[in-house]
């Protein structure tokens, strides 16, 4: 996915009404009216918000008659959904590799009984001086 096309999808799902909107798509088509109804702002607001996720590619307009459904680009948010997981899945992989790592230190300290550490030793031998 290029690099325009991911900024413009972020910044339009930066926004919680358009991301409300998105979920709303997500369950079906719906107009500019039924896009408004849970919101307390205007139908040219909702307008422009539906605007930002056309420019984004998250979803697009179609004619029926005298309704303009919205409808939601399911591709779209799968392109988004798989350049978010190459992320995931590396840290993933690093965690991974973490876990061995710790995994292998314990193991080593467990089978090697834990020395003292020569300082403590002449701490404890100042300390017994002393008394």
């Given at each position: ?32 009216n039924e896009l ?96």
């Amino acid at each position: 996915m290029e690099q325009d096309a991911l900024d413009r999808a972020f910044m339009a799902l930066a926004d919680p009404v358009r991301r409300a909107m998105v979920a709303r798509l997500s369950r079906g088509d719906a107009t500019v009216n039924e896009l408004a109804e849970p919101f307390a702002i205007t139908k040219q607001a909702v307008s422009k918000h539906i605007q930002v996720l056309e420019h984004a590619g998250l979803v697009t307009r179609s004619r029926d008659a005298q309704r303009r459904p919205v409808h939601l680009d399911a591709a779209a948010l799968e392109r988004l959904t798989a350049w978010i997981d190459q992320y995931r899945l590396l840290a993933e992989s690093r965690f991974r590799q973490l876990d061995e790592l710790l995994g292998a230190s314990q193991n080593a300290a467990a089978s090697h009984p834990e020395q003292e550490n020569p300082e403590q030793e002449n701490t404890a031998k100042k300390k017994e001086e002393l008394r």
